[in-house]
């Protein structure tokens, strides 16, 4: 069996966890994220935590555990990472900075978290230059085109094999509604240039700016039957994908490209015409 421990904080109070990270001295500091740090923690909230460390003894980035009873996430980043933040002048360069998505929540986090702890001011300055730089990429030509690629498979493959009367094929057809489902949820907000943010954050913006699209989404989690799960999630798809392209009829051919290819839009017709050379006249 993996190791596993029950951790003091189990049994120590937020304030009494924050403030014993700071008197150890590579913790430079701590942020509390989410409602966490808006003070709005309700019965059903965790506790988020981002504390930055001056050295890592060893590769951390997310300590599952308890605090006071309730549920927390620690994440752990280098005051070197942030150094680097603060020191960009264009928006993200990479280098040792996390991934692209995982770069929108950590920035999210450090823009609108709660400072705890800041033994060096170094929060507060990261905090200062992201609430003042355009930081946020909108997904570009490649990702879009790629998103759309994708969906219009998921719709077309899922609706396929729901033909079959086989039970492993209707099985598979509830999996592949499992996961396509969410990315959909999720890449109605790529598609529209907004950072995702997590779902119940996405769920507000919706309640605001597409009431019609939350309620038809929830109508799909609440279908008690596979068939009506179906109709809607078909319905869903043209809806998400509206501001990049119509979904595919099911004659259509379309053509996806490597993921490091450079991609640009003459790609895709010269594609289609390759596919087409294949088979002659």
């Avoid at 990472?81 to 770069?103: H, T, V």
């Avoid at 086989?166 to 109605?188: A, G, K, N, S």
């Avoid at 179906?230 to 009829?249: C, D, K, N, R, S």
């Amino acid at each position: 069996m993996l190791p596993t421990i029950i951790s003091q904080s189990n049994n120590l109070s937020l304030d009494n966890v924050i403030a014993r990270l700071q008197q150890h001295d590579a913790v430079d500091g701590v942020l509390l994220m989410g409602s966490t740090g808006q003070h709005t923690i309700s019965p059903a909230s965790d506790y988020d935590l981002v504390v930055v460390l001056s050295s890592l003894p060893e590769p951390i980035a997310l300590l599952h555990t308890v605090i006071d009873q309730r549920l927390a996430e620690v994440y752990f980043f280098s005051t070197d990472m942030l150094d680097q933040i603060a020191d960009e002048q264009n928006g993200p360069q990479g280098g040792a900075l996390p991934s692209a998505g995982d770069r929108v929540a950590l920035y999210t986090w450090l823009q609108t978290g709660r400072i705890a702890f800041d033994r060096n001011s170094r929060l507060a300055r990261v905090q200062q230059h992201l609430r003042t730089t355009e930081w946020f990429s909108p997904a570009g030509a490649a990702q879009r085109y790629a998103i759309w690629f994708g969906h219009n498979y998921n719709l077309q493959h899922t609706k396929w094999i729901a033909r079959s009367d086989d039970p492993l094929y209707q099985r598979e057809v509830d999996i592949r509604l499992m996961f396509t489902v969410f990315f959909l949820f999720c890449d109605y907000f790529h598609l529209r240039g907004l950072p995702w943010q997590g779902s119940k954050a996405a769920m507000r913006w919706l309640e605001q700016h597409d009431p019609a699209y939350l309620t038809l989404f929830h109508s799909l989690l609440d279908a008690s039957n596979r068939a009506d799960k179906l109709i809607i999630y078909e319905q869903l798809v043209p809806l998400t994908l509206a501001p990049i392209g119509q979904v595919w009829t099911h004659e259509q051919s379309a053509v996806n490209f490597m993921p490091d290819s450079a991609f640009e839009p003459g790609m895709i017709e010269r594609g289609l015409d390759f596919w087409e050379s294949l088979l002659g006249e």
